[in-house]
């Protein structure tokens, strides 16, 4: 698309519903398929639109979540207890006893 003026969009979209075959676009390089020049059309075209808006205000920003009563984490198990431990015994003998109650 060197020497003549860009297609318009309404153009581009008709190339696009008719067919490269029956409307090809302006200015198609020698060795380059109708349909890589028309994306490359409809991306120059999308990019030109684009150029010239501002972005949009912001939303507010939402409300807090409300605080829970959920557990917090259990307190990092000391160094070389079992990682299936959630939480570390008062003691490794305390521990091999001691069972699990529900």
């Known amino acids: 698309m060197s020497g003549t003026a860009p297609a318009s969009w309404d153009d581009l979209v008709a190339m696009a519903l008719l067919g490269t075959d029956r409307r090809t676009p302006p200015?198609?390089?020698?060795?380059?398929?109708a349909s890589s020049a028309l994306l490359d059309a409809a991306a120059a075209e999308t990019l030109r639109r684009?150029?010239?808006?501002?972005?949009?205000?912001?939303?507010?920003?939402?409300?807090?979540?409300?605080r829970t009563r959920a557990r917090r984490c259990p307190p990092p198990r000391p160094a070389?207890?079992?990682?299936?431990?959630?939480?570390?015994?008062?003691?490794?003998?305390?521990?091999a006893g001691a069972r699990r109650r529900t």
């Not at 200015?27 to 398929?33: A, E, L, Q």
């Not at 501002?54 to 979540?65: I, L, N, Q, V």
């Open 27 to 33: 200015d198609v390089p020698p060795g380059r398929s």
């Open 50 to 66: 684009r150029a010239g808006l501002r972005p949009g205000r912001a939303a507010p920003r939402p409300e807090p979540a409300p």
């Open 80 to 95: 070389g207890w079992p990682a299936c431990w959630p939480t570390a015994p008062a003691a490794p003998e305390a521990a």
